[in-house]
């Protein structure tokens, strides 16, 4: 089933979220994304501490994570290259959409992620 159209108002550039466990892996995933123009640009944080259960135990590790700048059109794939190049099983990839903005710098995402 298509999706519908895009409203004029509605948002068209995406924050992307994913984390991963080391700072050198976090810059390959971002330097990958953004020279695939599958991302304007990302910015790593970290190390942050994540508290979560995985396969039925309570884990707490050091991450990195990793914020993607990208439009809706590039989304699924970026979605998909990162959860082919991600190291973890079921990666954390969220996707918020950016409702207010610069002009200016939402154009740039747009024209960097440009096909």
């Given amino acids: 089933m298509p ?3 895009r409203k004029p108002s509605d948002p068209d550039v995406l924050a992307v979220l994913t984390t991963t466990d080391a700072a050198a892996k976090a810059e390959a995933l971002a330097r990958g994304a ?3 123009r599958l991302a304007a ?3 790593i944080a970290g190390p942050v501490t994540s508290v ?3 396969d039925g135990a309570l884990a707490t590790d050091q991450e ?3 914020l993607l700048k990208t439009t809706t059109d590039r989304y699924p794939a970026l979605e998909a290259w990162l959860t082919e190049a991600h190291g973890y099983e079921t990666p ?3 996707a918020t959409p950016v409702v207010r903005g610069s002009a200016a710098y939402l154009e740039w995402v747009r024209q960097e992620t440009a096909r």
């Fill in 3 to 5: 999706s519908e159209p």
């Fill in 34 to 36: 953004v020279e695939a």
């Fill in 41 to 43: 640009c990302a910015q």
């Fill in 52 to 54: 979560y259960r995985w």
């Fill in 64 to 66: 990195w994570q990793l």
């Fill in 92 to 94: 954390e990839i969220i």
